[in-house]
T-cell receptor, first 112, second 114 residues
Framework: NAGVTQTPKFRILKIGQSMTLQCTQD?????MYWYRQDPGMGLKLIYY???????DKGEVPNGYNVSRSTTEDFPLRLELAAPSQTSVYFC???????????FGQGTRLTVV | AQSVSQHNHHVILSEAASLELGCNYS??????LFWYVQYPGQHLQLLLK??????LVKGIKGFEAEFIKSKFSFNLRKPSVQWSDTAEYFC????????????FGTGTRLQVTL
């Protein structure tokens, strides 16, 4: 059972570089989410999607973009990396509104 | 908007001690409540959830939580912790409307000593 798969697991970026964090799920879930986790801050929602072609901003969307062209995939794009984006990023999916979320293994990103 | 407060940031217990982690939420409507656990270096996993019915919910690994609507609380308990329970614990809430999202607390780091 693959569940939610994130790649890469680790990445170091230089300031100003761009990258895409990949997320795919094989559970046919309509809802998908991107969170960032910073020490002592819990998880903050960056973007979410309620289905293919539909995305919306969460609490901390600045500096990020997303797309949802298929049910399975929900990539997160960083256009101009900044040190403030150093964090652990988690992708999650959920079968319905308000239901439990299933998380990927996370991507640890460092911007130097 | 909904919010979640976890007042215990770091808890240290000896093995076999009892555990209670506090969680309070703020939201005017009906909510679903969750506790997630994150073991060191791993992703979040669901411990237990409350949607409706019996306010005392039992989860995996001997954990339970009680929903007290009048106090807006959903505290996590375990009668006897083990060293393997060392982890970070997150309380989360979602409303029951369309396009609802999980809102997390800041987490409680539990350290169990031998």
């Amino acid at each position: 059972n693959a569940g939610v798969t994130q790649t890469p697991k680790f990445r170091i970026l230089k300031i100003g570089q761009s990258m895409t964090l990949q997320c795919t799920q094989d559970m046919n879930h309509n809802y998908m989410y991107w969170y960032r986790q910073d020490p002592g801050m819990g998880l903050k929602l960056i973007y979410y999607s309620v289905g293919a072609g539909i995305t919306d901003k969460g609490e901390v969307p600045n500096g990020y973009n997303v797309s949802r062209s298929t049910t399975e995939d929900f990539p997160l794009r960083l256009e101009l990396a900044a040190p403030s984006q150093t964090s652990v990023y988690f992708c999650a999916s959920s079968p319905a509104s308000g239901a439990e979320a299933f998380f990927g293994q996370g991507t640890r990103l460092t911007v130097v | 908007a909904q919010s979640v407060s976890q007042h215990n940031h770091h808890v240290i217990l000896s093995e076999a001690a009892s555990l209670e982690l506090g969680c309070n939420y703020s939201y005017g409507g009906t909510v679903n409540l969750f506790w997630y656990v994150q073991y060191p270096g791993q992703h979040l996993q669901l411990l237990l959830k409350y949607f409706s019915g019996d306010p005392l919910v039992k989860g995996i690994k001997g954990f339970e939580a009680e929903f007290i609507k009048s106090k807006f609380s959903f505290n996590l308990r375990k009668p006897s912790v083990q060293w393997s329970d060392t982890a970070e614990y997150f309380c989360a809430v979602s409303n029951t409307g369309t396009a609802s999202k999980l809102t997390f607390g800041t987490g409680t780091r539990l350290q169990v000593t031998l």
